[in-house]
């Protein structure tokens, strides 16, 4: 099976103007250095996203928009295109984060046109799922996960699907200090890992990469990263210090 490389995530949210991301990722870069056996993604506010790409002067960092729109131009006040990413210097994009499903009302059918956009324009899409706590004390993990992935990658061919990257984060763990246990989170991880088999085919749910995010911190990192089905991290609170990311960054590795 095809190693899958580590892939750790800053989802920065609304914090830190441009002078705040230019001096957190010149001193992230000199405390860490390149980066060859994982790779690190920053996804700062939109207004800071060219100051970032300025800072970022190593290999192995990657800048990333937040969410993007799935048309190029328009009229849609507010939106940010994949084009104006690109532009600014982004490679990656989140799309679906639980914060734009449940606070922002997109739906599974917004994403999925997003989703096919942003392959569109070069964007390396990270295609959040999760579930909310009703769906976990009801059972319906699964049934919630599976529709959210299914709508999503829908139309998508061969090469986007083996480009793609999945974060797991359960609703209730983010920014609650609540974080699903390691087993928790490995259990829904290979269960997408199957899925992924089912839609498109064993040798690409091998290569695909699916991160955790919930309430990630350095002291649960390690634990979570041992499982063999989580292959990086989806990080809010704990990577607005540099501190605590470098720790996160470089997690203890265990031979999987």
């Known amino acids: 099976m095809e190693k899958r490389i580590p892939f750790i995530a800053a989802n920065w949210k609304m914090y830190k103007n441009q002078a705040e991301t230019v001096s957190f990722l010149k001193e992230l870069q000199s405390a860490v250095g390149p980066c060859t056996d994982r790779e690190v993604m920053i996804a700062p506010p939109s207004t800071a996203l060219a100051a970032a790409r300025g800072a970022m002067n190593l290999p192995g960092y990657h800048l990333a928009g937040q969410n993007c729109h799935w048309e190029e131009k328009g009229a849609f006040t507010g939106e940010v295109s994949g084009p104006m990413l690109k532009e600014v210097g982004c490679d990656c994009v989140i799309l679906g984060h639980s914060e734009r499903r449940h606070i922002f009302g997109e739906t599974d059918d917004m994403i999925q046109k997003k989703l096919t956009a942003a ?120 990577s607005l210090e540099v501190s605590s990311f470098q720790r996160i960054v470089q997690f203890q590795s265990v031979e999987k």
């Not at 290569?207 to 350095?218: C, D, E, F, H, N």
Request: glycine share 10%.
């Open 119 to 238: 392959f569109r324009w070069d964007l390396l899409p990270i295609l959040c799922v999760g579930e909310l706590l009703p769906d976990r004390e009801a059972g319906k993990t699964f049934d919630v996960v599976s529709l959210q992935v299914k709508t999503a990658v829908q139309g998508l061919t061969r090469e986007q699907s083996q480009k793609l990257i999945i974060a797991y984060e359960p609703v209730w763990a983010i920014g609650t200090g609540k974080t699903a246990t390691p087993e928790q989170a490995q259990e829904v991880h290979a269960f997408i890992r199957g899925l992924c088999a089912s839609l498109f085919d064993k040798a690409i749910a091998n290569q695909t990469r699916i991160l955790y995010g919930g309430s990630v911190k350095p002291d649960n990192v390690d634990a979570l990263m041992a499982q063999p089905d989580i292959d990086g991290l989806l990080v809010g609170g704990a």
